[in-house]
């Protein structure tokens, strides 16, 4: 994933939105294969902060979810432009997803002592050793060999992470993402080539897969509640807001990103895909775990007053997500979509107090209720401007 560099000869650019070689036209069923295992990660990672509802756990799930998320996008730019009908692009891409799944085993204890995170770091090696040798013979070939060797240096340092002790790994971490997050402005574009249709319909089904197993974890944990009431109008009011979360992208921002980045000139459109799908997406599916997590703990004190950061979780994931939403649509329209900010406000205003002072309960039905208050704003607002738009 690189964005424009005015340093990059233009001879270097492949022109064309196809990759060469055999890209993708639509998502094949082994990137799904890939996708579940991924989402496998980001639910190891939530737990991190189920565990450890605190500052600390936060910081680290974030970091995790960083670096995780930077060899994700770097898979998904990968299939861009791999042919998946050959043998040897799919054993190449099974290891990958090999790799992942280690790495997600290792998540939850890669925190504390011990040699996790030292598998964590081996796996998190292989999957970007893997991720560079496949793109070898592809339209990205020139693209992955600027990239490349950055990748390899945040990898080497994720896996020293794991010989420093547990409460000094999340600087190192922290080094490595800053240096995975960065490296585009490093190393330019030159090389790489973004098919749309593949591109955004990936990440799309990576959101919805990523909603629908926060739903299953939230379900899951209110089954083992006792009270009637706090597991079905819990669980109820969970769907409810997942629902509007599902609503706000894929009603319309996931067509309406299709077409926008189509018309972005082929050469400027990895810096606009790694705008939009890159930065402003990790803080989307990180609002989406934050979320999931704050929901667990609102059923968990329904009927409760819940404080600390445990009763923030829940607006903050919200906010971030709509904020992320914004940003993602500001990256490829020029606009912001104030309703959005508004309501993210809103969420923080209402969600954190509700918490304290009421319940998890009272705080999940305002959540819920100022979501869907957003859909129904937003989608008035789209029909006064379609009937405005037949009017003139």
């Not at 990523?210 to 079905?232: F, K, M, P, R």
Request: hydrophobic share 55%; glycine share 10%; aromatic share 10%.
């Amino acid at each position: 994933m690189t964005p424009d560099s005015p340093a990059v000869p233009q001879d270097d650019v492949p022109q064309g939105d196809v990759p060469q070689g055999g890209g993708a036209e639509s998502v094949r069923s082994l990137e799904l294969f890939f996708d579940l295992v991924f989402v496998f990660a980001i639910t190891q990672i939530a737990t991190v902060l189920v565990e450890h509802p605190n500052p600390g756990g936060l910081a680290r799930a974030a970091l995790l979810l960083a670096i995780t998320w930077w060899m994700y996008g770097g898979y998904a730019w990968l299939t861009n432009a791999l042919d998946l009908d050959r043998t040897g692009p799919r054993l190449m891409l099974l290891l990958g997803t090999a790799g992942f799944f280690v790495m997600s085993q290792a998540v939850p204890r890669a925190v504390g002592p011990g040699p996790w995170a030292v598998v964590f770091g081996a796996a998190y090696l292989v999957v970007v050793l893997v991720h560079f040798f496949a793109f070898q013979g592809t339209s990205g070939q020139r693209g992955i060999h600027r990239i490349g060797p950055y990748n390899l240096a945040s990898a080497l340092v994720v896996l020293a992470a794991g010989f420093v002790a547990p409460e000094q790994r999340v600087w190192v971490w922290a080094l490595a993402g800053l240096m995975e997050w960065v490296t585009p402005w490093l190393s330019g574009v030159g090389g790489f080539t973004v098919g749309v249709g593949h591109f955004v319909e990936r990440h799309g089904l990576a959101v919805i897969i990523v909603l629908g197993e926060s739903v299953t974890e939230v379900g899951a944990a209110a089954s083992h509640l006792d009270d009637l009431t706090t597991v079905l109008v819990g669980s109820l009011l969970a769907l409810a807001a997942s629902a509007a979360l599902w609503w706000l992208y894929f009603d319309r921002e996931e067509e309406a990103s299709a077409a926008l980045l189509e018309r972005v000139p082929a050469e400027e459109r990895p810096r606009a895909a790694l705008w939009s799908f890159g930065y402003a997406y990790l803080f989307l599916i990180l609002g989406i775990a934050v979320a999931a997590v704050g929901m667990q703990k609102a059923i968990d004190s329904f009927r409760h007053p819940l404080h600390g950061l445990p009763g923030a979780l829940l607006p903050l994931g919200v906010a971030l997500y709509l904020a992320a939403l914004a940003a993602f649509h500001r990256a490829l329209a020029g606009d912001w979509p104030r309703r959005r900010l508004v309501t993210a406000a809103a969420v923080l205003a209402a969600g954190v107090p509700a918490l304290r002072w009421s319940s998890g309960g009272t705080a999940l039905a305002v959540t819920t209720a100022l979501l869907a208050g957003l859909v129904c704003w937003e989608s008035a607002a789209q029909r006064g401007a379609a009937l405005r738009s037949r009017d003139a």
